[in-house]
């Protein structure tokens, strides 16, 4: 399957802080989206982006597609505990009925 | 305000037991997802369904089988438990195409573990 890598793998930080991570792959994706995992929960939609360029915010959260197609950023700013868990990044494919994820980025907010 | 539901939460299993994980969406989704995590790893596709009657093997799919004989389930089964299949298990459904309609809607998941 396709390989989307995700950087970096774990992040310890500050409460307050901006956070940002990043989302890899060498072949073209069609629609990004970026999920976030509680502990013993299943992956929760975040942002979801749908051409080349776009820049799109959810709160605290802004994510872009980048314009070559292959990579997708997520930005969280003012971090805040409940911020924890990890985050995925999912690509689409033209053609394809399925999502390719990310191995995900592990966030730890400190108080 | 369902969405996906998945049953059981946990359940541990002995190596070559059977079992069917339970998977029901009531979004009137056409496609459903069936994906294992194992510890620190993203999510991987075992088998989907792009509506009633029709399932199409993921990245992973031995050791598995899947049916769909309604739009609103789609039940995982395991015909001979393998500690390679301790994992946690996601449900997933979609609207039917690609684009703006592909963000998948999650379940909670199923935790197993084959001992």
């Known amino acids: 399957g396709q390989q989307l890598n995700q950087s970096p793998q774990s992040m310890f930080i500050q409460e307050g802080e901006d956070v940002s991570m990043n989302c890899t792959s060498s072949s073209i994706f069609n629609t990004w989206l970026w999920y976030k995992q509680d502990p013993g929960e299943g992956p929760v939609l975040l942002i979801a982006l749908y051409k080349a360029g776009e820049l799109t915010s959810n709160g605290r959260l802004t994510a872009q597609f980048g314009i070559t197609r292959k990579d997708s950023f997520l930005n969280i700013s003012a971090s805040i505990p409940s911020d924890v868990g990890i985050y995925f990044c999912?690509?689409?494919?033209?053609?394809?009925?399925?999502?390719?994820f990310g191995t995900g980025t592990r966030l730890t907010v400190i108080p | 305000n369902a969405g996906v539901t998945q049953t059981p939460k946990f359940r541990i299993l002995k190596i070559g037991q059977s079992m069917t994980l339970q998977c029901a969406q009531d979004m009137n989704h056409n496609y459903m997802y069936w994906y294992r995590q194992d510890p620190g790893m993203g999510l991987k596709l075992i088998y989907y369904?792009?509506?009633?009657?029709?399932?199409d093997k993921g990245e992973v799919p031995n050791g598995y089988n899947v049916s769909r004989s309604t739009t609103e389930d789609f039940p995982l089964r395991l015909e001979l438990a393998a500690p390679s299949q301790t994992s946690v298990y996601f449900c997933?459904?979609?609207?039917?195409?690609?684009?703006?309609?592909?963000?998948?809607?999650f379940g909670d998941g199923t935790r197993l573990s084959i001992l």
């Open positions: 369904s792009v509506g009633a009657g029709i399932t």
């Open positions: 997933a459904s979609s609207k039917p195409g690609t684009g703006r309609n592909q963000p998948q809607h």
């Open positions: 999912a690509g689409h494919q033209t053609g394809a009925n399925n999502l390719f």
